[in-house]
């Protein structure tokens, strides 16, 4: 008995040495427990059964009828099975990590990565669509900016403006600037949400952020760890987040972190609170599925960077006006010297 606890006892501290977590200890001495009643019922049946207190001489009976041949091969099947079991599961090969612990490794590459962009030329492709409730198109316009690192921060291009717009029965074309019927709520609106997107003067106050995971932004946040997954072909942190104030107007959602680099690879949200009761019944004001889906690529040098963005919600605005809104962003990063070569 000594023998054998000695024998586990290096086991664990060989595996501890190795950076096995415990979990992966338990699991493995599970494994080898149940491989090991396998073999024992290979060799005498009725020694098994009386360990598993089964008790029962149908059990033992037919097991000592079974060929040893067929007994091997279903060892060798349950082996297999397992080990399958065990690869699929994602594995860091280090220590669980608390939901703070992984956020602020987050909170550090990310300012890292912003630091990083304000020296590339980010180059963005806006596409925004209101529509009404029935679903007819009202307007769309689609925008392309390049926005370009200078000495003293960056510079904002417009490069492209197109869209079109229902007028008198029919839809019209447009490009460039000045748009047409630029006072209209479609168009002011489209206007406010493409300047929030490109980090120009608006009046989007949730927008600009699109929750980048820096240190400042964590700093409104409370984190908890949902679990770990695959994702894209990469172990992945399923962390959930919810602001700190419960009366602000905030994002809530969730965040999967890649578990070696540390960086964000989507984001998903929606508002943390409803809009309030008295604005929904006595203004007829409210937004419903408001919330954006974020995706981030990993770069060249390991940095990584939002790469799109994705939101569809309606709006419903003083018993007057309903839409549903639709906003996709592509953007894409190169160095400085490349763009002004072009």
């Given at each position: 008995?000594?023998?054998?606890?000695?024998?586990?006892?290096?086991?664990?501290?060989?595996?501890?040495?190795?950076?096995?977590?415990?979990?992966?200890?338990?699991?493995?001495?599970?494994?080898?427990?149940?491989l090991?009643?396998?073999?024992?019922?290979?060799?005498?049946?009725?020694?098994?059964?009386?360990?598993?207190?089964?008790?029962?001489?149908?059990?033992?009976?037919?097991?000592?009828?079974?060929?040893?041949?067929?007994?091997?091969?279903f060892?060798?099947?349950?082996?297999?099975?397992i080990?399958?079991?065990?690869?699929?599961?994602?594995?860091?090969?280090?220590?669980?990590?608390s939901?703070?612990?992984?956020?602020?490794?987050?909170?550090?590459?990310?300012?890292?990565?912003?630091?990083?962009?304000?020296?590339?030329?980010?180059?963005?492709?806006?596409?925004?669509?209101?529509?009404?409730?029935?679903?007819?198109?009202?307007?769309?316009?689609?925008?392309?900016y390049?926005?370009?690192?200078?000495?003293?921060?960056?510079q904002?291009?417009?490069?492209?403006?197109?869209g079109?717009?229902?007028?008198?029965?029919?839809?019209?074309?447009?490009?460039?600037?000045?748009?047409?019927?630029?006072?209209?709520?479609?168009?002011?609106?489209?206007r406010?949400?493409?300047?929030?997107?490109?980090?120009?003067?608006?009046?989007?106050?949730?927008?600009?952020q699109?929750f980048?995971?820096?240190?400042?932004?964590?700093?409104?946040?409370?984190?908890?760890?949902?679990?770990?997954?695959?994702?894209?072909?990469?172990?992945?942190?399923r962390?959930?987040?919810?602001?700190?104030?419960?009366?602000a107007?905030?994002?809530?959602?969730?965040a999967?972190?890649?578990?070696?680099?540390f960086?964000?690879?989507?984001?998903?949200?929606?508002l943390?609170?409803?809009?309030?009761?008295?604005?929904?019944?006595?203004?007829?004001?409210?937004?419903?599925?408001?919330?954006?889906?974020?995706?981030?690529?990993?770069?060249?040098?390991?940095a990584?960077?939002?790469?799109?963005?994705?939101?569809?919600?309606?709006?419903?605005?003083?018993?007057?006006?309903?839409?549903?809104?639709?906003?996709?962003?592509?953007?894409?990063?190169?160095?400085a010297?490349?763009?002004?070569?072009?």
């Open positions: 008995m000594r023998a054998k606890w000695r024998s586990s006892l290096s086991a664990c501290s060989s595996a501890l040495e190795k950076g096995l977590t415990r979990a992966d200890i338990v699991r493995d001495a599970m494994f080898r427990q149940v090991g009643w396998l073999v024992c019922l290979e060799t005498n049946p009725a020694r098994l059964a009386r360990f598993l207190n089964f008790g029962a001489s149908s059990f033992v009976t037919s097991a000592q009828g079974v060929p040893p041949a067929m007994l091997r091969l060892v060798f099947m349950f082996t297999v099975g080990s399958l079991g065990q690869s699929a599961q994602p594995r860091s090969g280090n220590a669980p990590l939901a703070d612990a992984i956020m602020t490794r987050v909170a550090v590459n990310q300012d890292q990565s912003e630091a990083l962009r304000k020296q590339l030329v980010c180059r963005q492709h806006i596409h925004i669509v209101t529509r009404k409730s029935g679903g007819k198109m009202m307007r769309e316009e689609t925008t392309e390049d926005v370009v690192p200078t000495e003293t921060g960056t904002k291009q417009l490069k492209l403006l197109t079109r717009y229902w007028d008198n029965g029919k839809y019209e074309d447009f490009k460039g600037e000045p748009v047409p019927e630029a006072d209209s709520w479609d168009a002011d609106y489209i406010d949400v493409r300047r929030c997107l490109a980090g120009e003067e608006s009046r989007c106050k949730l927008g600009p699109l980048p995971l820096t240190s400042e932004e964590q700093k409104n946040y409370d984190f908890r760890l949902m679990g770990q997954e695959i994702l894209r072909g990469r172990d992945a942190y962390v959930g987040f919810v602001p700190k104030n419960k009366n107007f905030a994002w809530t959602g969730e999967f972190v890649d578990a070696a680099d960086q964000p690879v989507r984001v998903f949200t929606r943390s609170r409803h809009v309030p009761f008295t604005e929904r019944v006595m203004l007829g004001t409210n937004a419903t599925g408001f919330g954006y889906d974020l995706e981030y690529g990993r770069q060249g040098d390991g990584w960077f939002p790469i799109s963005y994705g939101t569809e919600y309606e709006l419903q605005l003083f018993f007057r006006i309903r839409r549903t809104v639709s906003v996709t962003m592509d953007t894409s990063f190169e160095p010297g490349r763009t002004a070569a072009k």
